[in-house]
């Protein structure tokens, strides 16, 4: 470990080893994924608390020779181009590997940014992917719409049905892809299954963890790279777009060859103001979940006994609640998301109005934020999604997805979402 002092002494030369997160590796039981982010010591150019940002898009050498190496990839901790690699991303990166407990990670853009190379590079034309049925809207109408263009065909499928699963995997099946927890429906993915069947069938198991930041650690599972939106719970100020892929050392330097990694030359590179940025809220992370996930199962066991129909994993009422217990680390607990069916669009068009009314939160997309915000899936973030898929997968027009706030009393907050539900006529 670098102390203080040798960082001052390297002066401007310090930077980031290659490998300097290359952390302990923990057992999955032993893992808790916020001490993981904590021991990680980085220290400013003058010795300041918080790594210096990379303020420049290129790179300065004494010797030509040196940027020749840079460029091949032989010079370790030299920079050459902030679209292939800057001080700012790696320490973000680093502490991102450390939480999913992977060799190396790799920031992007945003979460689409990370999540379209990954297919893009693992699969030629002629390939194929399995992949869970509800997933991002982004992300299906990229596998469904675009894909194809390449001739990257997709099967989607009922995660949950393991045997449906198995039974879609041809010979050109390259990916076996999925979330956590799945957005917007809130189905669990069984990943250690998952990963079962991925080795059988020499596939990677590309799991999205957005949902569920420090709850699940999916590379502990079984899982070949984790995908997060930085976008959602891990930066948590919705000020900032961004996304990261947590997998091997030798995958992400693949993914960023300057000759045909498709991170480098698809371009969604993070910039390091944001990098830095997110770092600062990522050493938070672990303090926010707990409340996300305490104010979302008060709010999910609240709805439910008022008679609506909830999909929270942390209710016994969800078909995976007690494999969500054996995957998910108790300290962070359920998560911060969860949905409601008040049937008809007309239905949640009102009863988020009159939420946003009542100050609950926002009527937005996205997750993660500090206060409460809620959309209706099928008209918003899963639209893509066409409307008769959108029924057979059992996405009602009045499906509310909620990303629950920190609110500090969880309890009136809940009695103004109640005086809602009264206001528009869904309880008495
Ligand atoms: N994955 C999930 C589960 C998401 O909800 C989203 C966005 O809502 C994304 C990926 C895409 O992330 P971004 O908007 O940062 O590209």
Excluded: W
Excluded at 404 to 424: M, N, P, R, T, W
């Amino acid at each position: 470990m670098l102390t203080i002092t040798d960082a001052i002494q390297n002066g401007l030369k310090f930077s980031a080893p290659k490998n300097y997160y290359l952390a302990a590796k923990f057992t999955p039981m032993a893992f808790n994924p916020a001490n993981a982010i904590q021991d990680l010591q980085y220290f400013g150019e003058f010795g300041g608390v918080n790594p210096s940002i990379s303020d420049s898009s290129t790179y300065t050498f004494l010797a030509a020779k040196t940027m020749f190496d840079t460029f091949e990839g032989n010079a370790d901790g030299c920079y050459l181009y902030s679209r292939h690699s800057t001080p700012s991303n790696l320490y973000l990166a680093g502490a991102l590997a450390a939480m999913e407990n992977t060799e190396a990670a790799l920031v992007t853009a945003s979460g689409m940014g990370a999540i379209c190379p990954v297919f893009l590079h693992l699969c030629q034309a002629g390939d194929h992917v399995v992949s869970s049925r509800t997933i991002y809207g982004g992300t299906y109408a990229f596998l469904k719409n675009f894909a194809p263009k390449f001739q990257l065909k997709t099967d989607f499928v009922d995660i949950t049905n393991l045997e449906q699963v198995e039974a879609a995997i041809t010979p050109q099946t390259k990916i076996l892809y999925c979330e956590t927890v799945s957005n917007p429906l809130m189905e669990i993915a069984d990943i250690a299954a998952l990963s079962v069947i991925a080795k059988r069938h020499d596939l990677k198991l590309v799991v999205d963890n957005t949902f569920s930041p420090l709850s699940v650690a999916p590379a502990n599972l079984g899982a070949d790279i984790v995908i997060h939106s930085l976008t959602k719970f891990i930066n948590g100020s919705s000020d900032t777009v961004a996304g990261v892929l947590c997998t091997t050392r030798e995958l992400v330097d693949d993914m960023c060859n300057v000759t045909d990694g498709a991170a480098m030359l698809l371009g969604s590179t993070l910039d390091s103001l944001r990098a830095a940025s997110i770092m600062k809220n990522l050493r938070t992370l672990h303090v926010r979940m707990p409340q996300h996930s305490k104010n979302a199962l008060y709010f999910a066991q609240q709805f439910e006994a008022d008679g609506i129909r909830t999909l929270y994993p942390g209710l016994k009422s969800h078909k995976s609640h007690e494999l969500y217990q054996t995957m998910m680390h108790p300290d962070y607990g359920y998560g911060g998301m969860l949905a409601i069916d008040v049937q008809t669009k007309a239905n949640a068009s009102a009863l988020m109005e009159a939420m946003q009314e009542r100050n609950v939160g926002y009527l937005a997309v996205s997750l993660g934020f500090y206060r409460t915000l809620f959309s209706a899936s099928g008209s918003s973030t899963s639209s893509e999604i066409p409307e008769e898929e959108q029924i057979s997968m059992g996405l009602s027009p009045g499906l509310i997805r909620l990303s629950v706030g920190l609110d500090c009393d969880a309890k009136a907050s809940y009695s103004k979402i109640k005086e809602a539900l009264k206001a528009v006529g869904l309880i008495n």
